[in-house]
C-alpha cells in the first residue's frame, strides 16, 4: 500500500515559467516532508524539506507548500532553468525516521 | 568529505546466480539504508542498520536477500538466488547518529541490477 503518491509521472514546462509538482500522502503521522531530486546515473539528492507543524518553507527558487487537511504538498521552482529537468521525488518522513517515497516526476524544462 | 559509495554501479546476472551489492556510508554516519526502486516504480525502503545492528528489516521481500554491515562500517547486501523481479536500483543512504527527529539521509548513486 503506497503511502506517499505522485500521480504525474511527468511534467514538461517552458524556461522562466513556474514548474509545480504535486504530492499526496495518506500517513497523518508523517512529520517531515522532502523533496528529493534526481538526474540519470546518480542517487537522489536532497532539496527542500517542511515540517508537518509548518504550510511553507521557502529556499531560493524552490518553496514547498504543505497542505495538512488536504494531505498535500507541492514543490513550486520560480523560474525554472533547463538544469532543473530531473525526476522529483516527494518523500514523508515518520517519527521512527523511517523514509516513503513516491514514484517520482520527470520534469523537463524546455529552453 | 566523500558521499555515500555503491559498488558496482551495475550488474547483469542470470536468474539462480548470486549477487553481492556493497555500500559505504558517509564515515562517521550510525544509520544506514537499503532501499530498492523497481522500473517505475516508488523507491522502496528495505531495512535500516544502527552501527552493526538491524534496526528493521521489514522492507525485506524475502529470504533470499541478506544484510549485513561488519563493525558498523560498510554493508553489503546479497541477493542468492537471484529471480527475475528483483531486477531494479538498489540505493544505498546513511545519516548520522538520530537525535530523535527528523534526519536527513544521504543516497548513493544506486547499483542497476539486471537479472536476466
Known amino acids: 500500500d503506497q503511502q506517499v503518491k505522485q500521480n504525474s509521472p511527468s511534467l514538461s514546462v517552458q524556461e522562466g515559467r513556474i514548474s509545480i509538482l504535486n504530492c499526496d500522502y495518506t500517513?497523518?503521522?508523517?512529520?517531515?516532508f522532502l523533496w528529493y531530486k534526481k538526474y540519470p546515473a546518480e542517487g537522489p539528492t536532497f532539496l527542500i524539506s517542511?515540517?508537518?507543524?509548518?504550510d511553507k518553507n521557502e529556499d531560493g527558487r524552490f518553496t514547498v507548500f504543505l497542505n495538512k487537511s488536504a494531505k498535500h504538498l507541492s514543490l513550486h521552482i520560480v523560474p525554472s532553468q533547463p538544469g532543473d529537468s530531473a525526476v522529483y521525488f516527494c518523500?514523508?518522513?515518520?517519527?521512527?525516521?523511517?523514509?516513503?517515497f513516491g514514484t517520482g516526476t520527470s520534469l523537463t524544462v524546455i529552453p | 568529505e566523500a558521499g555515500v559509495t555503491q559498488f558496482p554501479s551495475h550488474s547483469v546476472i542470470e536468474k539462480g546466480q548470486t549477487v553481492t551489492l556493497r555500500c559505504d556510508p558517509i564515515?562517521?554516519?550510525?544509520?544506514l539504508y537499503w532501499y530498492r526502486r523497481v522500473m517505475g516504480k516508488e523507491i522502496k525502503f528495505l531495512l535500516h542498520?544502527?552501527?552493526?545492528?538491524?534496526?528493521?528489516e521489514s522492507g525485506m521481500p524475502n529470504n533470499r536477500f541478506l544484510a549485513e554491515r561488519t563493525g558498523g562500517t560498510y554493508s553489503t547486501l546479497k541477493v542468492q538466488p537471484a529471480e527475475l523481479e528483483d531486477s531494479g536500483v538498489y540505493f544505498c543512504?546513511?545519516?548520522?547518529?538520530?537525535?530523535?527527529?527528523?534526519?536527513?539521509?544521504?543516497f548513493g548513486p544506486g547499483t542497476r541490477l539486471t537479472v536476466l
Open positions: 543512504a546513511s545519516s548520522p547518529y538520530w537525535t530523535g527527529s527528523y534526519n536527513e539521509q544521504f
Open positions: 518523500a514523508a518522513s515518520d517519527p521512527g525516521n523511517q523514509f516513503y
Open positions: 517542511i515540517s508537518s507543524i509548518k
Open positions: 564515515s562517521g554516519h550510525d544509520n
Open positions: 542498520f544502527v552501527k552493526e545492528s538491524k534496526q528493521d
Open positions: 500517513n497523518s503521522m508523517f512529520d517531515y
